[in-house]
């Protein structure tokens, strides 16, 4: 994912609005989020919320798996201009928007068909 955002973000000309949700067990796990929290703070097309199961006590962010909620808020709804990336371990993807069958994207299901999102506007990686 941070190849996409960083190629997005590095091309002047592109003006692509990008939302992050980023979800780890707790956050000492969080890859990369120094790098993320200075790309979001210098440009605002990008947004990111991060979601931990395991929080510390001063943990600011989002708690528990990706929930419908956290889509629906941190997300853009869907539209013909909507493009929805996908990566994680099976669970999650499964939870999100269905399993990725070998290079097949497989059927769109999970929290994403739920709030409306079809299958042009999700990709699995």
């Not at 003006?15 to 929290?37: E, G, H, R």
């Not at 997300?75 to 013909?80: Q, T």
């Amino acid at each position: 994912m941070l190849q996409v955002i960083e190629a997005i973000l590095k091309n002047p000309d592109d003006n692509t609005q990008i939302s992050l949700l980023y979800a780890n067990v707790s956050p000492d796990d969080i890859l990369l989020k120094k790098k993320l929290d200075v790309l979001a703070a210098t440009h605002p097309n990008l947004k990111v919320f991060y979601t931990v199961d395991d929080p510390t006590k001063d943990w600011r962010g989002g708690l528990g798996y990706i929930s419908q909620d956290m889509v629906v808020k941190g997300l853009p709804p869907p539209s013909d201009d909507t493009l929805i990336l996908v990566c994680g371990p099976p669970g999650m993807m499964k939870h999100i928007s269905g399993d990725k069958e070998n290079r097949e994207q497989g059927e769109l299901s999970g929290i994403l068909k739920e709030v409306g999102y079809t299958e042009n506007m999700v990709y699995k990686f």
